[in-house]
């Protein structure tokens, strides 16, 4: 069985692609899931792709991801400035997050430049667009390949 990877994406990640594009582009979250499907075939990582504009089913999701996924891809979309709450869950998700963003948030307004979830993430993948999940997911891959390694030396 491959590993299980579970993507998460926040508030108003649904309307990618319909506007704003001078900032988020014109691909859409769907085309995204589609990259991210095919990826993760390559690289040998099955996927569960979620987004939600509530704070509280994200958290749910995180709190259920313990024992079924071997690490967690997160967009927290505006959570990522403010939520405690998904942070705490992280933690206590104990399992490895790569924190993804589609806009550098370095170059953009201050409140910005600050991540709660960046505080548990093991990397950080932002400025690179909807293509930056597709390097999520290969981080996550040699994560997890040096995990099992780790573990049993010389198998893999
Ligand atoms: O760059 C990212 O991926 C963000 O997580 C996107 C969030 C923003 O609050 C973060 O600071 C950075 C916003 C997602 C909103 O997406 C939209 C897409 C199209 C139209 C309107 C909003």
């Known amino acids: 069985m491959h590993p299980k990877i579970l993507v998460l994406n926040g508030p108003n990640l649904n309307l990618l692609g319909t506007r704003e594009p001078t900032i988020y582009g ?17 690289l040998e990582l099955e996927v569960e792709f979620r987004q939600s504009n509530h704070e509280g089913e994200l958290v749910g999701w995180i709190q259920q991801a313990r024992g079924t996924y071997q690490a967690m891809i997160v967009n927290a979309g505006a959570y990522t400035h403010s939520s405690i709450a998904i942070l705490d869950a992280l933690a206590a998700a104990d399992l490895p997050v790569i924190e993804v963003h589609l806009s550098n948030i370095f170059r953009r307004e201050a409140f910005r430049h600050h991540s709660y979830v960046s505080t548990i ?3 950080m993948v932002c400025g690179f667009g909807g293509f930056g999940y597709e390097l999520a997911l290969e981080a996550a891959a040699q994560l997890l390949r040096l995990a099992a390694e780790a573990k049993s030396p010389g198998t893999t």
């Open 121 to 123: 993430a093991r990397g």
């Open 26 to 42: 014109r691909t859409t979250l769907v085309d995204i899931e589609e990259a991210c499907r095919r990826r993760a075939s390559a």
